[in-house]
């Protein structure tokens, strides 16, 4: 068996490399301490009384013992449009499965309209006024657009003549060509549809995860276009996106999540421009 020599090793040290490290030491220092996450909870509690929607201290995850959030708040107002941003593995969409049920909360709590919905089937939310739109597999190819939207209506049935009317207005080309299969469409489309869908049942909250995900800029515009046509129909929308700088200029409140917790919360605005939230979680991209 043979042994490496230091000698053996490669080159260490180099000035880009050092540059490196030093940065990440400190964007480490520079994150949000135990006392600021403690500022954030205080005003959480006092801001989110007679929210629509409401999470408190959820802790989460997909495996037993395994927490992807870790104490993570949230709440949204009648008419609001919230975006979450942070950086990859942050929990954001994890946040979103657990306001729909789709992750087993083992801790906190999930409120819509001081009601404890907190793990509830799928089902039951949408029935309680939820829509929630994935990011991925979210439409049915084989069917065409009007049959993906009767299945968005299939706990009530008889309302869909009244909802397609009301998702066309939103969206016309649903209704223009709405004998086309889906599969044919383009992932913009795609997305028009899913959106669709998850409006039939007529929600009063939508939680949209990462909609304009491998779309085109343009076709990414339209996207965010369309969410604020939603919101401003009076759907209050809650959405993951990681176009944190777009994401920032439409919504009306945003968080950042870090490690499963808030990070970071205020107008869209504020956060666009604080200097520690450019500086750790948006980069270049918020200053282009």
Same mark, same amino acid.
């Given at each position: 068996?043979?042994?490496?020599?230091?000698?053996? =090793?490669?080159?260490?040290?180099?000035?880009?490399?050092?540059?490196?490290?030093?940065?990440?030491?400190?964007?480490? +220092?520079?994150?949000?301490?135990?006392? !600021?996450?403690?500022?954030?909870?205080?005003? !959480?509690?006092?801001?989110?009384?007679?929210?629509?929607?409401?999470?408190?201290?959820?802790?989460?995850?997909?495996?037993?013992?395994?927490?992807?959030?870790?104490?993570?708040?949230?709440?949204?107002?009648?008419? &609001?449009?919230?975006?979450? @941003?942070?950086?990859?593995?942050?929990?954001?969409?994890?946040?979103?499965?657990?306001?729909?049920?789709?992750?087993?909360?083992?801790?906190?709590?999930?409120?819509?309209? #001081? &009601?404890?919905?907190?793990?509830?089937?799928?089902?039951?939310?949408?029935?309680?006024?939820?829509?929630?739109?994935?990011?991925?597999?979210?439409?049915?190819?084989?069917?065409?657009? %009007?049959?993906?939207?009767?299945?968005?209506?299939?706990?009530?049935?008889?309302?869909?003549? %009244?909802?397609?009317?009301?998702?066309?207005? =939103?969206?016309?080309?649903?209704?223009?060509?709405?004998?086309?299969?889906?599969?044919?469409?383009?992932?913009?489309?795609?997305?028009?549809?899913?959106?669709?869908?998850?409006?039939?049942?007529?929600?009063?909250?939508?939680?949209? #995860?990462?909609?304009? +995900?491998?779309?085109?800029?343009?076709?990414? #515009? %339209?996207?965010?276009?369309? $969410?604020?046509? @939603?919101?401003?129909?009076?759907?209050? $929308? @809650?959405?993951?996106? /990681?176009?944190?700088?777009?994401?920032? /200029? @439409? $919504?009306?409140?945003?968080?950042?999540? #870090?490690?499963?917790?808030?990070?970071?919360?205020?107008?869209?605005?504020?956060?666009?421009?604080?200097?520690?939230?450019?500086?750790?979680? =948006?980069?270049?991209? +918020?200053?282009?």
């Amino acid at each position: 068996m043979s042994f490496l020599e230091p000698s053996d =090793l490669p080159p260490t040290g180099s000035p880009d490399d050092i540059s490196e490290f030093s940065r990440e030491l400190n964007l480490d +220092a520079s994150r949000p301490t135990h006392a !600021h996450a403690a500022t954030i909870a205080q005003q !959480h509690d006092s801001e989110a009384v007679g929210a629509l929607i409401r999470a408190d201290n959820l802790i989460a995850g997909y495996f037993p013992g395994v927490n992807i959030l870790n104490g993570s708040d949230l709440y949204a107002k009648e008419g &609001e449009l919230v975006g979450i @941003i942070g950086p990859n593995g942050a929990g954001k969409s994890t946040l979103l499965k657990a306001l729909f049920g789709l992750v087993n909360v083992t801790s906190g709590s999930v409120l819509l309209r #001081d &009601e404890d919905i907190t793990n509830l089937r799928a089902d039951q939310l949408v029935k309680r006024g939820v829509g929630f739109v994935p990011q991925n597999n979210n439409v049915f190819p084989s069917l065409t657009i %009007e049959e993906n939207m009767q299945m968005g209506a299939y706990q009530d049935p008889k309302s869909f003549k %009244e909802r397609f009317a009301a998702v066309t207005d =939103l969206f016309p080309a649903l209704g223009t060509r709405r004998k086309q299969r889906t599969g044919s469409l383009s992932g913009g489309e795609r997305q028009m549809v899913a959106m669709g869908r998850a409006l039939m049942m007529a929600p009063s909250v939508l939680l949209l #995860d990462e909609p304009s +995900a491998g779309l085109s800029p343009a076709l990414q #515009d %339209e996207v965010f276009v369309r $969410v604020k046509g @939603i919101n401003a129909s009076g759907v209050t $929308v @809650i959405i993951v996106e /990681q176009n944190a700088r777009r994401c920032l /200029q @439409i $919504v009306d409140r945003g968080y950042v999540l #870090d490690q499963g917790k808030n990070a970071y919360t205020g107008t869209g605005a504020s956060l666009a421009n604080d200097p520690k939230v450019i500086e750790l979680y =948006l980069g270049t991209l +918020a200053k282009a």
